[in-house]
């Protein structure tokens, strides 16, 4: 598992990503951002590397704005301004509000592509 809250602490920027090696898994951003922030064992307990957790909002600049800069993208992705295509996700709940623990299970309510609303 990556050492997130070493890179926080040191202000480098990172991103975080859905594809997983050698195995076919469905794209899905906050189940990449749940594993970030809670660093759950397969034991459904255990937390690996504590101090390796890092916030929600850390998390979720991981998979946008901070992941279209690793990129070489931020001029037209990541963020909601003008200029920038604004492609995004409607989430059902907010994750700033809820439970870190349920992050990986906002259901999407759908996404606006090319300015078009998409229902999920």
């Not at 991103?15 to 809670?38: G, I, Q, R």
């Amino acid at each position: 598992m990556a050492r997130l809250g070493s890179l926080e602490r040191e202000g480098a920027t990172f991103a975080l990503h859905s594809d997983y090696s050698l195995v076919l898994v469905p794209l899905h951003p906050l189940t990449a951002a749940w594993v970030a922030v809670n660093r759950i064992a397969h034991d459904g307990k255990t937390v690996l590397a504590p101090g390796e957790r890092i916030g929600v909002e850390r998390a979720l600049r991981a998979i946008t704005i901070d992941a279209a800069y690793v990129l070489g993208a931020e001029q037209t992705l990541g963020s909601l301004e003008p200029g920038t295509f604004a492609d995004f996700a409607i989430l059902e709940s907010d994750p700033f509000e809820g439970d870190p623990i349920a992050l990986k299970d906002i259901k999407i309510w759908g996404t606006v592509l090319g300015g078009s609303l998409q229902p999920a």
